[in-house]
């Protein structure tokens, strides 16, 4: 094993521990090559380093991957948190009392981006004028993942099922329904109710599979007796989910948030199914015990105002 000469002599670095993550977090050298976007040998070489420096084999490597020893798994929550007081550390270098810079690195879920996110820099760059962000975009179970290892501060997304929080915390902001919509003079606005047994007659338009808003729309399908689809385009993109419904005579599940404009501008019109209204909750999520910077305090409540202006009115 090692000794404390190892890390005080600088032999240890800021590499070894990000290549080591990323290799934990994504169970293969070359899915941790593509995120770190350097080659896999130099995943598997920086690897080998921090295997000779610590004593220990951190992974068995075949061909399913990169599985982790248990020496890795005890190392492992030590390593989160030494990259966690680094970026702490770097944040409370900007953190200064007169809060004129800033950065955080943040994810939202796409369907969620266009209704928050301007609205929440808006609020923001009024304390933090010379703010920096850092915004990726990606299912919930993405964003949940890159939260725990580490890669934003802060996720705002849907509620998510009790397996997939351990280690987070979320924080409810408001509850939004998913409709259905299609384009102003679509064939199914003619029909009472936008007639739920035609669905299958034209494309449809749906979150990707194992989304918490694809589990929605599959159970507003089947409330409305809809068992089977003829075409299918699954997609998170809401710019290109508005252009297909727009200029074609696509069907579109989607979270009323990401439509509100294009509702009210008469450019769509919802359908009316079996089960529409069902609400889902809204939040942001943070890693429980993280640190806390004066900055980060300050995006969570732009966010919170952001979500005020987006919350449906009762």
């Not at 550390?89 to 369907?111: E, H, N, Q, W």
């Not at 009323?256 to 769509?268: E, K, M, P, Y």
Request: hydrophobic share 45%; glycine share 8%.
């Amino acid at each position: 094993m090692t000794d404390e000469n190892s890390f005080t002599a600088g032999r240890v670095k800021l590499r070894h521990l990000q290549c080591f993550l990323a290799v934990a977090d994504q169970g293969s050298l070359q899915k941790a090559a593509t995120r770190l976007a350097i080659t896999q040998p130099a995943v598997s070489k920086t690897l080998a380093e921090l295997e000779d420096m610590l004593g220990v084999a951190l992974f068995v490597r075949g061909r399913g991957g990169a599985v982790a020893t248990r020496e890795a798994l005890r190392f492992l929550p030590h390593a989160r948190a030494c990259m966690a007081a680094l970026r702490a550390g770097m944040g409370a270098l900007t953190d200064v009392s007169t809060r004129k810079a800033g950065y955080a690195s943040l994810g939202i879920l796409p369907t969620l981006s266009a209704a928050l996110l301007p609205a929440a820099l808006g609020y923001l760059q009024r304390e933090w004028p010379d703010v920096s962000l850092r915004v990726v975009t990606g299912t919930n179970r993405e964003l949940l993942m890159k939260l725990r290892a580490g890669d934003i501060e802060l996720a705002i997304n849907r509620a998510a099922d009790p397996e997939f929080m351990t280690g987070l915390d979320f924080e409810y902001l408001y509850s939004e329904p998913l409709v259905v919509v299609v384009r102003v003079g679509h064939p199914l606005q003619a029909k009472a109710g936008g007639d739920p047994a035609r669905i299958p007659d034209y494309p449809v338009v749906l979150p990707p599979t194992g989304t918490v808003i694809r589990q929605l729309a599959d159970h507003l399908l089947a409330a409305s007796g809809v068992v089977a689809l003829t075409s299918v385009i699954e997609l998170l993109s809401v710019s290109a989910g508005r252009a297909l419904t727009l200029e074609s005579d696509a069907v579109w599940f989607v979270p009323r948030s990401a439509v509100a404009r294009d509702l009210s501008n008469g450019s769509f019109t919802c359908l009316s199914l079996a089960g529409s209204g069902t609400q889902e909750s809204v939040g942001l999520t943070l890693r429980a015990g993280g640190p806390r910077t004066a900055f980060s305090q300050a995006l969570r409540d732009a966010f919170r105002a952001a979500a005020r202006g987006a919350a449906p009115v009762a």
